[in-house]
């Protein structure tokens, strides 16, 4: 992981509401007593980072942190529990496997109690199993303080009542996702708010809530911002990410993202200009009455004819906005220049 790749993922887990909210969650119930099984999507973004900033939480308690790597375990969990965190074993009889779980938590004096057991890698087949054991430790513990688990799932997994599972995919949000690329798009070097807001929308509308995508989008914002078609593809192509969207459906995104941040802007243009220059307008035929709802074209028609006494700076202004209008009305896509122009004029820094 590099310094950048490393940068995304500390805002990710530690800056975000959502993602932060899921661990300090996570290590409230395990602090206080309570056993938590995390369900993860399958690609879970900047994993180590998660486990790093999870464990340096868990690590200001008392719990000593065991991290047991399931895939390097042949035994089942119950046996594996006793032989290493279970010095004592005697008078111990193992008529079942909830015997195991029994013995655990009556006993006293044994590293178990001040362990939290953090499980990772483990399969379906071993999360069910680890699942049973833990569910049964804690009901034999019955509300006494003991070891705790922290038993890592996929995000299909179905618990029963008893341990405390936190779905990754309940707790974080769109919302998080954008946040996400807000955040990082205003460390983009250019000043203007306008274009880190369109960088932030676009790799929103292309990545579909993929953080790390976003972030790989995002680390090539000025060649992302030229071409985002060509950039964006670029990224697919050296095979990391994934995408169902067509080339037709990237120029649709980018087509709908523009139209949402430029018509606003060309829609306030208009009614200033209107404003400043209402009198001429209501005093040239067709001799508007209610100037607010003349349209941009219809403006630029008047002035065209040369019948209004305006500045050169509003003419330009007033050719360029209705151009930009007509060419998103028409589902063109404007080329960064244009929307370079624009921002830099409504941009307040």
């Known amino acids: 992981m590099d310094n950048r790749d490393e940068l995304f993922g500390k805002i990710w887990w530690e800056d975000l509401n959502g993602p932060r909210r899921f661990i300090v969650e996570a290590v409230e119930k395990l602090s206080g007593g309570q056993s938590v099984v995390l369900c993860l999507p399958e690609r879970v973004p900047w994993l180590k980072t998660m486990r790093n900033?999870?464990?340096?939480?868990?690590?200001?308690?008392?719990?000593?942190?065991?991290?047991?790597?399931?895939?390097?375990?042949?035994?089942?969990?119950?046996?594996?529990?006793?032989?290493?965190?279970?010095?004592?074993?005697?008078?111990?009889?193992p008529y079942s496997k909830k015997a195991y779980a029994k013995f655990l938590a009556e006993s006293t004096g044994i590293s178990l109690n001040d362990s939290c057991l953090w499980i990772r890698n483990a399969t379906p087949v071993q999360v069910d199993k680890w699942f049973t054991f833990i569910a049964d430790y804690q009901k034999f513990l019955a509300g006494k303080r003991g070891g705790v688990f922290l038993l890592e799932a996929g995000e299909d997994f179905i618990g029963k009542a008893g341990i405390k599972i936190l779905s990754y995919a309940d707790s974080i949000s769109d919302y998080d996702?954008?946040?996400?690329?807000?955040?990082?798009?205003?460390?983009?070097?250019?000043?203007?708010?306008l274009i880190k807001q369109y960088l932030a929308e676009l790799v929103s509308a292309l990545t579909e809530g993929n953080v790390e995508f976003a972030a790989?989008?995002?680390?090539?914002?000025?060649?992302?911002?030229?071409?985002?078609?060509?950039?964006?593809?670029?990224?697919?192509?050296?095979?990391?990410?994934?995408?169902?969207?067509?080339?037709?459906?990237?120029?649709?995104?980018?087509?709908?993202?523009?139209?949402?941040?430029?018509?606003?802007?060309?829609?306030?243009?208009?009614?200033?200009?209107?404003?400043?220059?209402?009198?001429?307008?209501?005093?040239?035929?067709?001799?508007?009455?209610?100037?607010?709802?003349?349209?941009?074209?219809?403006?630029?028609?008047?002035?065209?004819?040369?019948?209004?006494?305006?500045?050169e700076h509003d003419g330009d202004d007033l050719e360029m906005y209705r151009e930009v209008r007509n060419k998103l009305a028409h589902l063109v896509t404007l080329p960064f220049e244009d929307l370079q122009k624009i921002f830099e004029k409504n941009s307040r820094r």
């Open 53 to 93: 900033v999870l464990e340096k939480f868990l690590s200001k308690g008392t719990q000593s942190i065991e991290v047991i790597d399931a895939e390097n375990i042949s035994s089942e969990p119950q046996e594996y529990v006793l032989k290493e965190f279970c010095a004592n074993k005697d008078g111990f009889r």
């Open 216 to 311: 790989a989008c995002i680390n090539r914002s000025k060649d992302f911002l030229k071409a985002p078609n060509v950039a964006f593809e670029n990224i697919l192509n050296e095979g990391k990410f994934t995408s169902k969207k067509t080339s037709d459906d990237i120029e649709q995104s980018i087509w709908m993202t523009q139209l949402k941040l430029i018509f606003p802007l060309v829609e306030t243009f208009r009614r200033n200009f209107i404003k400043q220059y209402e009198q001429q307008i209501k005093d040239t035929p067709p001799f508007y009455q209610v100037p607010e709802e003349v349209e941009i074209g219809q403006l630029y028609g008047q002035f065209n004819q040369r019948r209004w006494l305006i500045s």
């Open 177 to 193: 996702s954008f946040a996400f690329n807000i955040f990082t798009a205003a460390d983009f070097g250019n000043d203007n708010h």
